[in-house]
């Protein structure tokens, strides 16, 4: 399998797109310049700068220091590229070529707000919608699952020792129209918290939990218009969870890293291929940056993509589930450091752990299977 990088001008932002007007700025007019250098917009609004001459670009941050928001490369005269800003700030932006040398530097400013825009339809089910939601909830090493009722939009917590149910706790109840699809430790308490989505507004939230009761809640950053929030983990190793985003429409998947619910920066992840889904990310490899746990639906097969950072650097298939059988989420449940393989039967509703050395089955156990009217997964 190979990742395809295919970086677009859609520029992966905090809030989410409105529309506006389009202010435009000249490239390379009479000199090493940016004409005006200097201009006021508002969110949702868009700058189109236009090549005038040859061999600059207009990217994002400072000489040196490139911000990952937009690039355009270096372009020729006659060329065009367009960004929308969609939250308020100061970005700065200068030419590669020509930004440290010359001092061929910009800024947009965005202030001020529009009206908000009609929300759109909810998008159709992200990857990430049939992964279960594990984290160590009591701190005993050993992950736990969170367990949803349909019905009531209760959650529970099921306190496992390996592939032992433990003992049980309920958690909050989610509120309509929001969906689980994480839990990590996002105020560094040492206790795992909630992830959630909505996919009608694409709002995220982070509910802050002790154990399972719920302490406290935070927006965090809103996906443009097309993404959704699918997975949550630490991909630049600074101790923090990051957002995995997929794109349904391009099958593009985008790291957003985060402090606490802060948008900090942004990077492009691999593109799946058509019949693939994200169901979880961890290290099967043992370099210290989470993978991607693929699977198919269509014909049951498991893949490892590994990563470094938002990067592809190789991949790998894993083992095939049985009939009926699905891949739902990755983590390490025997406590021996590789990650494991968390499996589903929807028509039975047994679990069971299919214990891996890195892309490789080794063993597998049955874990608890989930009560009539309870899903194991995150949706």
Known sequence: ???????????????????????TVTVGNGGFFFTPSSVTIHPGDTVRWTWSSTGHSTTSGTPGHPSGLWDSGVLAQGAMFTHTFNSAGSFAYYCTPHGACCNMVGTVTVTGATPTPTP??????????????????????????????????????????NNVFVSGAFGPMLPVGWGLRGAADFNSDSHPDYGLFNSASRQTAIWYLSGPTFIGSAFGPTPPGGWALVAIADFNGNGKPDYVLYNAGTRQTAIWYLNNNIFVSAAFGPTLPPGWSLRGAADFNGDSHPDYALFNSTTRQTAIWYLSGSTFI?????????????????????????????????????????????????????GPAIPAGWSLLGQ
């Open 314 to 366: 190789g991949s790998a298939f894993g083992p095939t589930p049985p009939g009926g059988w699905a891949l739902v989420a990755a983590a390490d449940f025997n406590g021996n450091g590789k990650p494991d393989y968390l499996l589903y039967n929807a028509g039975t509703r047994q679990t069971a752990i299919w214990y891996l050395n890195n892309n490789v089955f080794v063993s597998a156990a049955f």
């Open 120 to 161: 759109p339809p909810p998008p159709p089910p992200p990857p990430g919608a049939g992964t279960a939601i594990v984290a160590d909830f009591n701190g005993d090493g050993h992950p736990d699952w969170v367990v949803r009722n349909a019905g009531t939009r209760q959650t529970a917590i099921w306190f496992l020792n």
């Open 1 to 23: 399998m190979a990742a395809a990088m295919a970086i677009t001008s859609l520029l992966i932002l905090c809030p989410g797109a409105a529309s506006g007007t389009t202010v």
